[in-house]
């Protein structure tokens, strides 16, 4: 299983991005994907995680009716739609298949972790 996560860069405090998690052809269709980041000296922290179809979203307190996490299930493709952003969401954002088909917020819910991208905010 393969993830891999890409789209960040360098923005400024209220612009927009949309970030991508790439799937493997073995990664499971089925399972529920999450997003993390991490930013320098913090803990990984979760972000946002999608059930396998789409049909259930959840998102940490930080980032609620900012960011929306969507999946096309054909193309195995996960996005990360990042609006108002902050200095504070300067991170490197990691996706991760959930062990199940639902949403978890924990990481041990998580087996498969991609290689993250690094989003930069700028004030």
């Known amino acids: 299983v393969q993830l891999q996560a890409s789209g960040g860069g360098l923005v400024q405090a209220g612009d927009s991005l949309r970030i991508s998690c790439a799937a493997s052809?073995?990664?499971?269709?089925?399972?529920?994907v999450g997003w993390f980041r991490q930013a320098a000296g913090k803990e990984r922290e979760f972000v946002a995680a999608?059930?396998?179809?789409?049909?259930?979203?959840v998102y940490s307190d930080s980032v609620k009716g900012r960011f929306t996490v969507s999946r096309d299930r054909v193309k195995n493709l996960v996005y990360l739609q990042m609006n108002s952003l902050k200095p504070e969401d300067t991170a490197i954002y990691y996706c991760?298949?959930?062990?199940?088909?639902?949403?978890?917020?924990?990481?041990?819910?998580?087996?498969?972790w991609g290689q993250g991208t690094l989003v930069t905010v700028s004030s």
């Open positions: 991760a298949q959930n062990r199940g088909a639902g949403t978890a917020t924990i990481r041990d819910s998580y087996n498969y």
């Open positions: 052809k073995r990664t499971s269709s089925n399972n529920g």
């Open positions: 999608i059930s396998w179809n789409g049909g259930n979203t």
